[in-house]
C-alpha cells in the first residue's frame, strides 16, 4: 500500500521552515551586480569605516559608473553598514532591549569564557545569502553556523542554539542588529544562564576577530568557487569550516588549530 501524501503545508511543518520558501524561485542577479557586490564587498572588508560616499569614490575610481543612491541600496541589501560612531536618535522597537557591553578591559583567557556572534554577505550566482557564525573569542573555533536568504532572526537562534547544545558561554557578544536584540534570540541566552553583551556604537575593534575569519572564508572559499546552487555553497562552507577548525594552522595560535586551542584550553 502507498505512504500517505502529505499536503505542502504538512510537510513545511514536519521540515521546520516556511512555506514560502517552498514556492520561492530565486532571480539570477546581472553579471554588474555581481560584480559590484564583490567589489563593495572586498572595500568593506579592506576599509569597514567607509560610508556611502566613500564608497562611491572607490568605485569610480575603478571605473564603475555608480551614484551614491544604487550604492546605499545594495549596502542596505548586503547588510554592509560604515563602522563609526552614530548620533544616539534610534529607539529599540518595543519590548527589545539593548544589553551593555561588558568586554572592556576584560581578559580573555580561556575556552568559552566569551563566545561572538556576527552576520556577513555571501554572494551567490541567483542572488544573495546571509552567513552567520557563533566562535568561542579565545580560541577562535567556530562552534556553529547558519546560511540563510533573508535577514531575519531565525537562522540565528538556530546558529546559538546548536552551539549551545556544545557548551555553555559565560558571556555572549554580539553587535545590536534586530537579529541579536530579538526576545526569541536573547531568550535562548538567558534559559542557558548565559550573560548577554552587545557592541557600543562605533567600537570597530569589538568585530575584529569575527570580521578576520570573514575575510578569511571570502578569500579562501566563497570568492574562490562559484557555486551555482544553495546546497553546493552550503556544502562548500560545511567542508570550508571543517578545515577551518581541525587542519588549518594559525600562528596566532602557536600553529595549533582553533579544535586543538578550544579542547586544550592554551594557545
Avoid at 551614484?67 to 534610534?90: C, E, H
Avoid at 546558529?159 to 536573547?186: H, W, Y
Avoid at 570580521?211 to 552550503?234: A, F, G, M, N, P
Wanted: overall charge positive.
Amino acid at each position: 500500500m502507498d505512504p500517505p501524501k502529505l499536503s505542502i503545508r504538512r510537510q513545511c511543518q514536519l521540515l521546520g521552515i516556511k512555506r514560502s520558501s517552498v514556492y520561492y524561485e530565486p532571480v539570477p542577479e546581472s553579471s554588474e551586480n555581481e560584480e559590484l557586490m564583490r567589489l563593495i564587498d572586498q572595500e568593506h572588508l579592506e576599509h569597514p569605516a567607509r560610508g556611502s560616499r566613500q564608497m562611491v569614490d572607490h568605485l569610480t575610481s575603478l571605473g564603475s559608473k555608480v551614484n551614491r543612491r544604487r550604492i546605499q541600496l545594495w549596502m542596505r541589501r548586503m547588510g554592509v553598514a560604515a563602522i563609526a560612531p552614530k548620533p544616539q536618535t534610534t529607539v529599540s522597537a518595543p519590548g527589545y532591549r539593548v544589553y551593555p557591553y561588558l568586554l572592556r578591559g576584560l581578559a580573555i583567557e580561556r575556552p568559552n569564557q566569551v563566545w561572538r556572534s556576527d552576520t556577513t554577505y555571501v554572494p551567490m550566482a541567483c542572488g544573495i545569502m546571509h552567513l552567520v557564525a557563533v566562535m568561542d573569542w579565545f580560541s577562535r573555533r567556530v562552534l556553529s553556523w547558519k546560511l540563510s536568504s533573508s535577514m531575519d532572526a531565525d537562522f540565528c537562534i538556530e546558529a546559538v542554539k546548536e552551539a549551545l547544545d556544545r557548551a555553555t558561554p559565560e558571556i555572549m557578544n554580539t553587535d545590536q542588529g534586530s537579529q541579536f536584540t530579538s526576545r526569541e534570540f536573547t531568550q535562548c541566552l538567558r534559559e542557558k544562564g548565559v550573560t548577554i553583551s552587545m557592541n557600543s556604537r562605533g567600537r570597530a575593534i569589538d568585530n575584529v576577530m569575527i570580521e578576520r575569519l570573514w575575510r578569511t572564508v571570502k578569500d579562501e572559499e566563497i570568492y574562490v568557487k562559484e557555486y551555482q546552487s544553495v546546497t553546493d555553497r552550503r556544502e562548500g562552507l560545511r567542508s570550508y569550516f571543517d578545515l577551518y577548525g581541525q587542519r588549518r594552522k594559525h600562528s596566532s595560535l602557536g600553529r595549533q588549530t582553533t579544535a586543538e586551542v578550544y579542547r586544550n584550553g592554551r594557545p
